[in-house]
Structure formats: structure tokens, C-alpha cells
């Protein structure tokens, strides 16, 4: 599947790639509702007929990522609400042996993310993956999600590297597509991001069900 003589770079997306996508769904479709329904005395229901709309209206953009926009616009302290079940929080498997065999094997491990300041603080303090990475850099440090094109020549700025060379490995497929039309090369998809959910349909893109199947030799 990869020919890992012509990568020296890895991109690599959080929630759903290295980290189950269960955790975030719940948070997003279960407990904001939950605490929304609280405070404003609706029913689950209710709390999800409001939130959902304004939700989606949001998808693909840097607001749907900010946790100070959803508290305001909430009127709900959403980083402490994420504490509240960051048991949740898990690394899919074969991630930490996947990112020590690439160090092992000389290439860049670089977390790429869409996510807020806040909830990346959160997960890197209740996971390993911080002293696995190389690079942390999220897009609110550009100002664009990777859902955008230019989203991945600003990051260049950030972090030195030759997209022909360049492996990512995103759940996003927008995210994917919006690489793959700036040019890099290597691309692949997550078929279950999230452990609880099924298969996901990716399209065109190459895809793993686990890091176990693309582990180079060091």
C-alpha cells in the first residue's frame, strides 16, 4: 500500500485517526445535549431539534472546531463539559507502536489537526501522544481548517516539508481531498474512526482499518 522509501513526512490527524472518534460524537450528540436540555429545561429531543441545525451549519468551518465559540454561542462551559467524560478519551490500537517504529524508521511525525487549543490540551494530557509527535500543529494556529486548499501551503510556514514526500492520514475525506488537490502525494483514509460505529465509506481514497497494516520496517 505505501512505498515508504518516498516518505519522509507524516501528517496525522487526532480525533478519528489516532484517536477514536467515540469520544467526540458522544461529547457532540449525547452530553452537550444532555447539559443543554439541563439548562434550558427541554427535553433530549428538544435540546437536539435546537442544537443539530446549528451544527451543521458550522461543518468545515474554523467555528465548528472553536470550543470558545460553542461556549458562547451555548452559553455552556464546553472544555470543562469535555472533562467531565474524558475517560472516554482513547488511542486506537497500534498507534503507539506505529509512531515509535517511524521514528525508528527516520521519518517526521506531525500531528495536523483541526482541533481547539483546549481540546488538544485535553487529550495529549490523557494520552501518550505527546512524546510521540514530533510536531503538534493545530488550525487554529493558521486560521483555516484543512478542509480548505490553502490551509496546506500556510502550513508550511509552521512546518518544513515536500508534499510529494508527504504522507497523510486523516479521517476527513474533505480534509483528503483539499490535500490531495494542493498536492500531496501520499494520502489514506480511516475506515472506523469511531470503534462503536461501523464501516465508513471512503470513496476513492485508500483506507486502514488498523495501523498494524502500514507499519514500515525500521
Not at 512505498?3 to 461529547?27: A, C, E, P, Q, R
Not at 474554523?62 to 455552556?76: F, V
Not at 510529494?164 to 502525494?185: E, H, P, V
Amino acid at each position: 500500500m505505501l512505498d515508504w522509501s518516498k516518505i519522509d513526512s507524516v501528517f496525522l490527524d487526532m480525533d478519528g485517526t489516532l484517536l477514536d472518534l467515540h469520544f467526540d460524537n458522544h461529547f457532540w450528540l449525547e452530553h452537550v445535549p444532555r447539559r443543554y436540555a439541563e439548562k434550558k429545561g427541554l427535553s433530549r429531543q428538544e435540546a437536539l431539534d435546537d442544537l443539530i441545525p446549528r451544527f451543521k451549519s458550522q461543518e468545515g468551518t474554523i467555528n465548528w472546531y472553536c470550543l470558545d465559540y460553542w461556549t458562547q454561542e451555548l452559553e455552556l462551559d464546553i472544555a470543562l463539559l469535555k472533562e467531565e467524560v474524558k475517560h472516554l478519551i482513547q488511542v486506537h490500537p497500534y498507534v503507539d507502536d506505529f509512531l515509535e517504529t517511524l521514528a525508528s524508521a527516520g521519518k517526521r511525525r506531525v500531528l495536523v489537526t483541526n482541533a481547539h487549543q483546549k481540546s488538544l490540551d485535553l487529550k495529549m494530557r490523557n494520552t501518550p501522544l505527546s512524546g510521540l509527535l514530533d510536531n503538534i500543529i493545530s488550525a487554529h494556529q493558521i486560521g483555516i481548517p484543512k478542509e480548505e486548499t490553502r490551509f496546506w501551503s500556510k502550513l508550511g510556514a509552521l512546518e518544513s516539508y515536500d508534499p510529494q514526500r508527504t504522507l497523510l492520514i486523516d479521517d476527513n475525506l474533505i480534509a483528503l481531498a483539499s490535500a490531495q488537490k494542493f498536492g500531496i502525494q501520499h494520502l489514506l483514509a480511516i475506515y472506523r474512526p469511531d470503534s462503536k460505529a461501523g464501516i465508513k465509506d471512503v470513496g476513492s481514497f485508500q483506507a486502514i482499518h488498523s495501523f498494524q497494516e502500514i507499519m514500515p520496517m525500521a
